[in-house]
């Protein structure tokens, strides 16, 4: 059964605020692995809202410890399916230059399962726009491809971010699988 | 019957021979014919907390040590002779000044416990005297310190008191207070204490506040130990420092504890382990102190670790995070093993007999949901082991006062 849903659930502002071309910012974010059980209806196209967010949310905490703000996102596959999120995350320039960002440095930081390899794949896309190596792999709970090619955000733009997901049929469900760091970085302009 | 030329000769010859004869042979020497005294005696420098009323002095004895007053007296002597001097309590160690006219500065030594009044006797076979009287009074006082601290301390069992150059008072290495007098003479229970001299450097330049470990050369701590049962009182005293012979300490066990933090990596998190760079063994006259560098990741560790003759050891550490935007699940400062209590304002951990104090921000904790890694310097983390059992945590101080030593009168 494939089900590709796409949902736009939450703006993530991403702190992008140096003008000068050699400064980089990094956005922390933390995506969760959750399972859940097979929905009855097949979600198709441009959904949004889907099942109040049972498939992807996000929200964001403050780390008093180090000042960061840590955007969170829950991320739900279905064990035995695949799952195509194609609108799990927004990143939007609010500035009035355009900036370049990327998906970066991908790690996996909790596994909750460390015996079994629950994770079968788990892709972060840039949907729109889209660039060369436009997203990062985890394959196995190891992540193979940390990077993806920076994409120029004009002015108020955007960026789309989506998920695809293979969760293992053996897997649990209602369960925290895997956590992981993404990081969003606003690279130096070229 | 004398004839007339007996007469002139005796007068031209023998009269100026005797009168030469008595020159030579006068104590004076030349100066027979002089006229004024044969010496004067006269007080000398005192310090302020000496008394002087004409040729008495209000002096102060101390049950530790000899009181010295170097130039405390001084003979004047007109003539080269010298003049004999002896005192009743044995507070002036020469015989006799002079030999050539000029002022002698006399050194007076008040024997420790000494009490009462005490003549310095000056005499001459000319029949000249003098005399100077001390009246001494016994004081609970470190001889020859203008002032001290007097720090008050509420505890239980031994701890570990040191004094900075720029008076921080740290117990077991943790800055608690600050001594109006910066010393190295501690007097605890009617006991002068052993005290070490250790010297501190900082560890990395430039920090704010400057990160301080010992070192073979820098800014000197004394320390000393002190056994405390409850209220008690330490003087703190600057006086020129006791040599002291270096104490048989061993050196100190290793710190068996898991210290870190786990990162997450593209392959599953990971334990973000110290790995020794360096390490220098120091001691003190009562410390073996074990000062290591430490390598990890994304932090650097700077410890040490020292053995004390009392049974306790202790250790500093102070960690120094890069800058990283990593996210982790666990941050361990320090965890040797067990479960993690807190006690007013310190963490405890017991493992077998051995009990852990820890003061310093929380030593273990686990995140969920997951923090940024620590970032920067993390302030220090004061560690005291105990496999006695008796000790009881850092103790209170209650009060640091100045006291100064004021002149004294009947």
Redesign the interface.
């Known amino acids: 059964m494939l089900l590709a849903v796409k949902l736009v659930l939450l703006a993530v502002l991403l702190g992008a605020t140096a003008l000068f071309a050699t400064v980089s910012i990094?956005n922390?974010t933390?995506w969760y692995v959750n399972t859940t059980a097979p929905p009855v209806i097949k979600y198709v196209g441009n959904d949004t809202n889907v099942m109040n967010g049972t498939f992807v949310k996000a929200d964001w905490?403050y780390?008093p410890?180090?000042?960061?703000n840590?955007t969170?996102v829950y991320v739900t596959g279905v064990p035995g399916d695949i799952v195509n999120i194609t609108n799990a995350l927004r990143v939007c320039n609010n500035y009035n230059v355009p900036v370049d960002i990327r998906i970066s440095d991908?790690?996996?930081?909790?596994?909750y399962y460390?015996s079994d390899v629950y994770v079968r794949y788990m892709a972060v896309r840039l949907v729109d726009p889209t660039a060369g190596d436009d997203q990062v792999v985890i394959k196995d709970?190891?992540?193979?491809d940390?990077t993806t090619d920076p994409v120029t955000l004009a002015p108020g733009q955007c960026a789309i971010l989506g998920v695809d997901l293979v969760i293992d049929a053996n897997a649990p469900y209602y369960k925290t699988l895997a956590?992981?760091?993404i990081?969003i970085e606003k690279v130096p302009q070229s | 019957m004398m004839r007339r030329e007996q007469v002139i000769r005796t007068s031209l010859f023998f009269l100026p021979t005797l009168v030469f004869i008595i020159a030579l042979t006068a104590p004076g020497g030349e100066y027979a014919f002089r006229t004024g005294p044969l010496a004067e005696v006269s007080i000398g420098q005192t310090p302020q907390y000496v008394g002087v009323d004409g040729k008495a002095l209000y002096l102060y004895s101390s049950p530790y040590a000899p009181w010295q007053y170097p130039g405390a007296v001084v003979v004047k002597v007109f003539y080269p002779t010298t003049v004999l001097v002896f005192s009743t309590c044995g507070a002036v160690a020469a015989s006799s000044v002079g030999g050539q006219p000029g002022a002698y500065p006399l050194d007076v030594v008040i024997p420790p416990g000494f009490q009462g009044d005490c003549w310095v006797n000056f005499t001459h076979p000319s029949g000249w005297r003098d005399a100077v009287l001390f009246r001494v009074k016994l004081i609970d006082w470190y001889p020859g310190a203008v002032e001290r601290a007097v720090v008050t301390l509420n505890g239980t069992g031994w701890q570990f008191v040191q004094v900075g150059r720029d008076g921080m008072l740290y117990i077991w290495e943790r800055p608690m207070a600050k001594s109006p007098v910066a010393g190295c003479v501690f007097v605890y229970n009617k006991s002068v204490l052993l005290a070490e001299a250790q010297p501190y450097r900082e560890a990395a330049p430039n920090v704010i506040p400057p990160v301080v470990v010992p070192s073979d050369a820098g800014d000197v701590r004394h320390g000393v130990f002190v056994r405390l049962a409850g209220v008690s009182e330490l003087y703190v005293y600057e006086a020129p420092c006791a040599a002291l012979k270096k104490l048989e300490v061993p050196i100190p066990p290793p710190l068996v504890a898991k210290m870190g933090v786990?990162?997450?990596?593209?392959?599953?998190?990971v334990f973000d382990a110290p790995q020794a760079i360096k390490s220098t063994l120091y001691r003190s006259e009562l410390r073996s102190i074990n000062y290591s560098e430490a390598a990890a990741r994304v932090y650097r560790l700077y410890m040490y670790t020292y053995n004390t003759p009392v049974g306790l050891w202790g250790a500093v550490l102070r960690y120094n995070f890069a800058l990283a935007?990593?996210?982790?699940?666990e941050i361990s400062l320090f965890k040797p093993a067990g479960e993690l209590e807190r006690a007013g304002d310190v963490w405890i951990y017991r493992v077998g007999n051995v009990t852990y104090w820890i003061h310093g921000p929380q030593p273990h904790r686990v995140c969920e949901?997951?923090?940024?890694?620590?970032?920067g310097w993390q302030s220090p983390v004061y560690i005291v082991a105990d496999p006695t059992g008796e000790w009881r945590g850092w103790p209170q101080i209650i009060s640091v006062k100045r006291e100064v030593l004021q002149p004294w009168r009947p």
């Open positions: 990094i922390v933390y905490y780390d410890g180090t000042g960061l840590i969170r991908v790690s996996l930081l909790q596994d460390p709970e190891a992540a193979v940390t956590a992981f760091q990081n | 786990v990162l997450p990596t593209p392959t599953g998190p935007t990593l996210l982790t699940a949901p997951p923090c940024g890694v620590p970032t």
